[in-house]
């Protein structure tokens, strides 16, 4: 069964929905007495209570039309891709090149301690697998792992670049939480904050005082800070890029970079489509920023 591809015409009528839905369950609920909801007696009791039960579901609506609407504005060249039904299982490694792979990542994992848990007996490929990442795929957390590897670099790497980039995946997969915390520290912090605020504002004005506060200090703050920190994200990967190029040799991950850039790979290539404000937005950055940050470095 193939799965239908998210839409705009589905997703903003939906967000609409919910909007209304979350709308008349509020004003149900109403009116407020002195900053208090009205006394519950037997008579108001069922209504209120479909009231709430409308806004909450309302509630859901909104996620699923306004999670259909980004994804149907974004499914085009040089986003977002969609894949209709079920994703091809990875191509398990058999191969003199699947042993060779093999060896050097389960020799860096020594060396590197990572992954920490379960022993990387097997490599597999997978078109799906991000070309800037390796994946690790188990069962359970301390059972053998096997490492995912983006299917259009077999057979195109020799034994010193596939060192070169298992080196730059697994240390990636060692986390820098100095290098974390000064990108997103701030954000934490403000995050936290926010409810705060809220509880605040109930305490010294009362519900009135919390409602407002939710609906124009918390709300739009919450998503400044979710929109800011998308690009945020792009800064955090290429600083981590810039940190493993100082533990290895960053001239040969630079060349790498360079190599996979002349293969002209299409999910490489799509992710140069990006412009204007998606290309400022967008977390992940793509193989020209990547050279760009080690040449400038």
């Not at 149907?72 to 191969?95: A, M, N, V, W």
């Not at 994946?135 to 259009?152: C, E, N, S, V, Y």
Request: aromatic share 12%.
């Amino acid at each position: 069964m193939r799965k239908r591809k998210p839409s705009l015409r589905v997703g903003l009528p939906v967000l609409a929905i919910g909007i209304v839905m979350i709308s008349v369950g509020y004003f149900g609920v109403q009116p407020l007495q002195n900053g208090r909801p009205p006394a519950c007696f037997p008579e108001s009791c069922p209504s209120l209570v479909l009231f709430a039960i409308l806004g909450l579901a309302g509630f859901f609506v909104i996620l699923w039309g306004g999670g259909e609407t980004i994804a149907g504005f974004l499914i085009r060249e040089g986003l977002l891709e969609y894949h209709t039904g079920p994703l091809p299982p990875p191509q398990p490694g058999s191969g003199p090149e699947d042993e060779s792979i093999l060896s050097m990542a389960r020799e860096l994992q020594l060396v590197i301690k990572r992954p920490k848990f379960g022993e990387i007996t097997n490599i597999a490929w997978s078109e799906y697998q991000p070309w800037y990442s390796g994946g690790l795929k188990r069962k359970r957390i301390r059972q053998p792992a096997t490492l995912l590897l983006f299917a259009d670099f077999r057979g195109r790497l020799d034994p010193g670049e596939w060192r070169t980039l298992l080196t730059y995946y697994f240390l990636h997969f060692k986390p820098r939480m100095r290098i974390v915390l000064r990108y997103f520290g701030s954000f934490m912090g403000g995050f936290l904050l926010l409810p705060v605020g809220g509880i605040l504002a109930n305490l010294i004005d009362g519900l009135p005082g919390g409602r407002f506060y939710g609906q124009f200090i918390g709300g739009p703050a919450s998503l400044i800070l979710l929109v800011l920190i998308l690009p945020l994200g792009k800064r955090f990967a290429l600083r981590m890029d810039r940190w493993v190029a100082e533990q290895m040799e960053q001239r040969a991950l630079l060349d790498l970079f360079k190599k996979i850039d002349s293969f002209q790979l299409p999910r490489v290539e799509n992710a140069k489509r990006r412009h204007g404000l998606t290309l400022r937005l967008w977390p992940i950055p793509n193989i020209t920023q990547r050279i760009q940050n080690l040449t400038d470095k």
